[in-house]
Nanobody, 124 residues
């Protein structure tokens, strides 16, 4: 079992920045590829970014490329999402997820464990 706890969400004006964190416990963090997903009201949960278990490979969805950066610190058992130049359309609950694999995936069903989510609200 892996426990994931997100933090760092909040209310920010358009153009601002936030850094989300996801603290992992319970199993060896470096055995898991990790992902960030978001879910806006009335919409399905969707992929934002992902990172391989060693951190050497990452991917971000097109609408956040150049603004968001996923990273991890395996020594601290923590996943991050640096969010810059935030836009109102980024408003959502953000979830971190763990996948017992070297490589990440892009679908919700491919991940084994989920955090409870943290709210990000961007005002215009």
């Amino acid at each position: 079992q892996v426990q994931l706890v997100e933090s760092g969400g909040g209310l920010v004006q358009a153009g601002g920045s936030l850094r989300l964190s996801c603290a992992a416990s319970g199993r060896t963090f470096s055995n898991y590829a990790m992902g960030w997903f978001c879910q806006a009201p009335g919409k399905e949960r969707e992929f934002v970014a992902a990172i391989s278990r060693g951190g050497g490979s990452t991917d971000h969805r097109g609408s956040v490329q150049g603004r968001f950066t996923i990273s991890r610190d395996n020594a601290k058992n923590t996943l991050y999402l640096q969010m810059n130049n935030l836009k109102p359309e980024d408003t959502a609950v953000y979830y971190c997820a763990a996948r017992y694999s070297t490589n990440y995936a892009y679908t919700v069903g491919a991940y084994d464990y989920w955090g409870q989510g943290t709210q990000v609200t961007v005002s215009s």
